[in-house]
């Protein structure tokens, strides 16, 4: 849960007594007490005088061509989901067809590998990853380009 953060808190000398800024001590500031020595030290050095000063929230500086976080986590999650599906042949040992799981599907245990080459061997098809439709489609090449057959469909469909 994130709470709400103003971008700008007015700072006033009044508040901070005359303690000073020593890392690791608890210091009184306005309202019981701070555990975190790095919270006193930032206000007290912001607000040296009679004034008091102003902080400002940091601004992300995104580099030309990047995304920010915020939208690459909105495009992932925007993106439908498609499965990877591994179709049975009589053509390749059930050996092969393990190996060429795991190399080309990424973290792809042996177990795993195993038990979707006997799906797809009993019933023909089997699901293999669920994943967006780029990397979907590029793992089903991949898989084609071992000899394998597969195909991609959204995994929308079905559930």
């Keep these: 849960m994130e709470a709400a953060v103003p971008s700008r808190?007015?700072?006033?000398?009044?508040?901070?007594?005359?303690?000073?800024?020593?890392?690791?001590?608890?210091?009184?500031?306005?309202?019981?007490?701070c555990t975190n020595p790095t919270i006193p030290m930032a206000l007290?050095?912001?607000a040296p005088g009679k004034g008091g000063g102003v902080l400002d929230?940091?601004?992300?500086?995104?580099?030309?061509?990047?995304?920010?976080?915020?939208?690459?986590?909105?495009?992932?999650?925007?993106?439908?989901?498609?499965?990877l599906l591994l179709h049975n042949d009589d053509y390749n040992r059930r050996e092969y067809v393990v190996q060429v799981l795991m190399k080309?599907?990424?973290?792809?245990?042996v177990d795993n590998a195993v038990n979707i080459m006997q799906e797809a061997h009993v019933n023909g098809l089997s699901v293999v990853i669920i994943c967006s439709q780029?990397?979907?489609?590029?793992?089903?090449?991949s898989l084609r380009g071992n000899g394998l057959r597969s195909s991609i469909e959204?995994?929308?469909?079905?559930?």
């Design 44 to 46: 007290v050095a912001a």
């Design 9 to 33: 808190v007015a700072l006033s000398g009044s508040r901070f007594s005359n303690h000073h800024a020593v890392a690791g001590e608890r210091y009184s500031i306005y309202r019981g007490w």
């Design 57 to 83: 929230r940091p601004i992300e500086k995104i580099t030309p061509g990047r995304k920010s976080e915020f939208d690459v986590r909105k495009s992932r999650k925007m993106s439908p989901p498609y499965r």
């Design 134 to 141: 780029s990397e979907a489609e590029e793992h089903c090449t």
């Design 104 to 109: 080309v599907i990424p973290g792809m245990t």
């Design 154 to 159: 959204p995994a929308s469909g079905g559930c």
